[in-house]
């Protein structure tokens, strides 16, 4: 096994941060694992990690929003990543407007969508969202690896 988690080490993935909102409260964090899933019907699968707070709270939602990090807001990885909302309001330290549906959208981040959760899924020790977007926004441009960002200690351990 430990060949394989060097590997899986090795691979290098575009960086998301997952944003979700109950009406009153406000949760999100980067995760590590995502893939879509599904041409047709469209479908993506973003997976969040157990101890993490927005994993619990993801629990009590309905839809989540995914935004894909661009390479000049690394800060927001370091936020999103590198701190938990169980010690702070992550929200009140970054730009954001509300979405659809409430969802929180993060101004750093142009390309996002929204989408409702199908199923969760036990994947392990990550939960996989298994999601049907309904709303989404794309600008071009150079994104974020999770090779550029190493250095970020996460706020819960995987």
């Known amino acids: 096994m430990k060949i394989f988690l060097k590997l899986a080490g090795s691979l290098d993935y575009p960086v998301f941060i997952v944003t979700a909102a109950d009406g009153d409260e406000r949760e999100g964090c980067v995760i590590g694992f995502a893939s879509q899933t599904s041409f047709d019907p469209p479908r993506f699968l973003a ?54 549906r409430g969802l929180p959208i993060l101004a750093g981040c142009e390309s996002w969508f929204a989408g409702t959760i199908l199923e969760r899924i036990d994947v392990g020790d990550h939960v996989g969202h298994l999601l049907e977007p309904f709303a989404a926004e794309f600008e071009p441009g150079e994104i974020t690896y999770f090779q550029d960002v190493t250095d970020v200690d996460p706020g819960h351990p995987a």
């Open 47 to 100: 997976c969040l990690s157990r101890p993490n707070r927005t994993c619990r709270f993801a629990r009590e939602v309905d839809v989540l929003a995914v935004h894909l990090v661009p390479r000049e807001a690394t800060e927001l990885v370091e936020l999103f990543g590198g701190e938990t909302g169980d010690e702070i309001d992550k929200f009140a330290r970054c730009e954001w407007r509300p979405g659809p």
